[in-house]
């Protein structure tokens, strides 16, 4: 087994994890103070001017509505078109949109690698000219999955590096992170541009690469542009984790968790017991108005100056 | 002096005062205010203050902190303030908003797409230390080295290294009030990163590791409000003549004659106002005393203390005088035995006890709180009340949106409603709603009276809406039409009032600013005279 097919079952092993293992951290910590902002999508029939169920007289009467399709559709639009950076950040958006559509294409293409090699490793032949139709429709969907990717991730994330160049606004906040970032995605999505087209225009040495990877076969003679972008990658799966390039995680949590989070707190439910808990938790803020060492409940309790520190 | 520009090793070393505050650079207003003269001066301190005060943020000092006198203070100060920072990471300290502030920080793509939507930002003409970003990449930094485990080594290595110094720490201080919390670069921001509540969450560092906070806030803020029972410093005996007071003027503009409902048990409402409005604006509680009267509501005020007061300045600053506050309103509406809380005209008294502190009732503290946005639009929809919009014909109005209202809570339309219901000639500013702007006094700034402060707010954070009022009146601006801005929330009105004095907008364009429930009764039939008294204002 080659060295570069270690690392590509380590990295695919640890990004998962690294990823999980950060969500389960946030999904973890408590209950917080309501930070709603409007417009929120699941508000039926208000969504669009922003408004709420604080809008009903006696709202904790009446059924609260919820419209799944407003918050799908929201979402959407945010995955799939980047609709706020298009709102509000259109010169951005120009490279943003297709190193995200890039991006899109490029795990699509990954997953046609695995039902490719998989299809391949059962004997049937996946190519252009195949027997099999399925096989064809694989092949097809590849090639434009892969071209697509290619082109819009590089065009794109050259094209956030020179937004970074070049506008003062984003230069200024720019840190060194920022472009080690974008300069690993660009040497990653520029050699599998090279690789695609010099040395493997239909993604047969591709594909054959990833079954060696399922069928734990050995591999031998990639081309130098393939392996260069294999080991990019995997070193790129081990990086991405540790970065807020993982944000597609953080922006479940921010949307989900904070912004749309508008679950009122009634009486016997969840969100009271889970209050009730975090009262009970003990400060130790030092301020004098605040009794370090009791418990929330109780330092709310307590007016006037407290003598901490004697 | 560096105008616009400044880098983070200035701000955390350069001696001095970092930035100079020229109106000059400013976005330039509509007429009448078109000419860099017809506009007032931000006014630098005095050479004494400035030797006394912290103040080498910008010239303005909002904290009044006084320098230290010796290193040792200094190096004490920051080890508080490191302190506080890792509180607010830690599960049981910050609970509150752990997880907030933890995903602001780590996910931040430093795209600036929230730039643009800062008023501040924009309205300086784009100075670096006002961006949004500014003051967020200075704590996310701070985090990421003196939080984060390995912190030292990856902030060096990822560039997010940092100097840590007592320049740094009090320039940041000041910082934290040069941000209304008006949180319109959150909901631009694509990640849903949240930049103001960084500004929050600095505050409390200030607040309640180092025990300093800005005094109209804390000191003569919370602290007053909850020994003497409000933060204008009425106690309940000086509440209930106000209130005497108040009756007495009702009977003398409408010839009405009833008297409050004060300590009523068993009411169904408890109505809590900002407490401002008696001081200021009387005439908007006595509106809310006539329409409710006449509208046959059973209510109560209450002359406890603290619950004779709305608001809650702990929302901006401190979570633990935010429960002290919140708990103390619960407790008087539980032992009223009231089925609802309604609270006034005022926005972020209704942000505070019906969203914020809703996580911090519990069992039979949790009484259901609404909004008199609703409550008006009921009386008026469901004709318990007459109202004649043709009474206000002779007023252009136009809408403020109180941020706290409005895009953090969602209550849009039912002041519409209202204001539709009241008025023929009401129209939008640009933008309203959820993507409204702040008048400028949001998260404490209204109630900021020192120093220089009200300049800034004035000139500076009040300027985009400044900027749209006079938009909105563009083809009427002249002294001979009359315009309303109904901004049905005191410490907006407190923030315009200051601002449209500054600039003389009564006086050279006519525009006054009120509540709502003022035009509501302005168009009631039954009452003979104008409630509003345009030119007694
Ligand atoms: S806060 Fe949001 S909009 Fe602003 S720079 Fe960070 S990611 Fe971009
Ligand atoms: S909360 Fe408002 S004032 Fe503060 S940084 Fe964001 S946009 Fe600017």
């Known amino acids: 087994m080659s060295g570069l097919q270690v690392i590509s079952y380590l990295s695919i092993a640890v990004f998962p994890v690294l990823l999980i293992a950060k969500m389960v951290r946030i999904a973890r910590m408590p209950v917080h103070l309501r930070w709603d902002l409007y417009p929120i999508p699941h508000e039926k029939g208000k969504s669009a001017y922003g408004g709420s169920y604080f809008e009903e007289v006696d709202w904790w009467t009446k059924p609260r509505v919820r419209s799944l399709i407003s918050e799908l559709r929201e979402m959407a639009k945010e995955i799939v078109f980047i609709h706020s950076v298009y709102k509000h950040n259109r010169p951005l958006w120009v490279f943003s949109f297709p190193f995200h559509i890039g991006m899109y294409c490029l795990i699509g293409l990954m997953a046609l690698l695995v039902i490719g090699a998989i299809m391949g490793a059962a004997g049937i032949v996946v190519s252009a000219d195949s027997a099999n139709g399925f096989a064809v429709l694989v092949q097809h969907l590849t090639r434009i999955l892969g071209a697509a990717g290619w082109i819009l991730s590089v065009v794109g994330v050259l094209g956030l590096l020179f937004s970074r160049l070049l506008n003062r606004e984003l230069r200024v906040a720019t840190i060194l992170s920022d472009y080690v970032n974008l300069l690993a995605l660009l040497a990653v999505f520029a050699t599998g541009l090279v690789s695609w087209i010099t040395v493997d225009p239909s993604y047969a040495i591709m594909r054959g690469f990833v079954r060696s990877l399922i069928t734990f076969q050995p591999v031998t003679g990639l081309p130098a542009a393939t392996a260069t972008h294999l080991w990019l990658m995997a070193g790129l799966l081990f990086y991405f984790p540790f970065t807020h390039m993982t944000h597609m995680v953080g922006k479940y949590f921010t949307y989900h968790k904070v912004r749309w989070e508008d679950e009122p707190n009634i009486r016997g439910t969840r969100i009271e017991q889970a209050v009730q808990a975090a009262l009970g938790y003990k400060i130790t803020w030092s301020a004098p108005h605040i009794k370090t060492g009791s418990t929330w409940a109780d330092a709310a309790m307590t007016t006037g100056e407290v003598k901490n520190h004697e | ?537």
């Open chain 2, 1 to 537: 002096m560096s105008k616009r520009r400044t880098t983070l090793k200035d701000f955390s070393h350069k001696p001095g005062q970092l930035v100079e505050l020229d109106r000059r650079q400013f976005l330039p207003l509509p007429p009448p205010y078109d000419k860099w003269d017809t506009e007032p001066e931000i006014k630098p301190l005095s050479e004494e203050r400035q030797r006394q005060l912290e103040c080498d943020l910008d010239g303005i000092s909002a904290f009044k902190f006084p320098r230290p006198q010796s290193e040792e203070e200094k190096r004490r100060l920051v080890e508080q303030f490191l302190a506080g920072l890792k509180k607010l990471f830690e599960r049981e300290n910050n609970w509150t908003f752990q997880q907030a502030l933890f995903l602001t920080m780590e996910y931040c793509a430093r795209c600036q797409t929230c730039a643009t939507a800062c008023p501040i930002y924009a309205e300086s003409g784009k100075m670096d230390i006002y961006r949004p970003t500014f003051r967020s990449d200075i704590v996310r930094r701070l985090y990421k080295k003196y939080v984060k485990a390995g912190g030292k080594f990856f902030a060096v290595v990822s560039g997010n290294d940092i100097d840590v110094t007592w320049t740094m720490v009090a320039r940041l201080m000041e910082l934290s009030y040069r941000c209304t919390l008006c949180r319109r670069c959150a909901q631009s921001c694509p990640i849903g990163v949240d930049n103001g509540l960084v500004t929050h969450e600095l505050r409390k560092i200030f607040s309640q590791e180092m025990g300093v906070a800005v005094e109209a806030l804390h000191t003569k803020g919370s602290v007053l409000q909850l020994e003497a029972g409000s933060s204008t410093g009425m106690t309940p005996a000086a509440f209930l003549d106000n209130v005497e007071f108040m009756e007495d003027e009702v009977k003398e503009r409408t010839g009405l004659s009833f008297k409050w409902p004060m300590d009523k048990a068993g009411a169904d409402i408890l109505l809590i106002h900002n407490a401002g409005e008696y001081l200021a604006w009387p005439e908007n509680p006595e509106a809310f005393a006539i329409i409710l009267e006449a509208a046959g509501i059973s209510y109560t005020l209450s002359s406890d203390i603290v619950a004779y007061d709305g608001v809650n300045y702990g929302v901006w600053y401190d979570d633990v005088q935010l429960a002290k506050v919140a708990l103390k309103h619960m407790e008087t509406a539980r032992k009223l035995g009231v089925k609802k809380v309604v609270i006034g005209e005022c926005g972020h008294a209704h942000k505070a006890l019906t969203v914020i502190a809703d996580r911090v009732l519990a069992g039979d503290l949790n009484i259901p709180r609404e909004s008199s946005m609703t409550l008006l639009r009921d009386i008026i929809t469901s004709g318990r009340i007459k109202v004649d919009p043709s009474r206000n014909d002779d007023i252009t109005t136009t809408l403020h949106d109180p941020c706290n209202l409005v895009r953090l809570m969602g209550v849009v339309e039912p002041q519409r409603e209202v204001l539709r219901a009241v008025s023929n000639h009401f129209r939008e500013m640009t933008p309203h709603g959820v993507d409204n702007y702040c008048c400028g006094g949001g998260s404490g700034f209204a109630i900021t009276q020192d120093l220089n402060f009200p300049d800034f707010r004035e000139i500076v954070s009040g300027r985009a809406k400044l900027r749209q009022i006079l938009n909105v009146f563009q083809d009427i601006i002249g002294p001979e039409h009359k315009k309303y801005v109904c901004a049905p929330c005191s410490n907006c009105k407190g923030a315009i009032r200051d601002m449209f004095a500054a600039y003389g907008l009564f006086e050279r364009c006519n525009i006054l600013y009120g509540g709502l429930v003022e035009l509501v009764v302005n168009a009631m039939p039954e009452i003979e005279r104008p409630f509003l008294e345009w030119d007694w204002h």
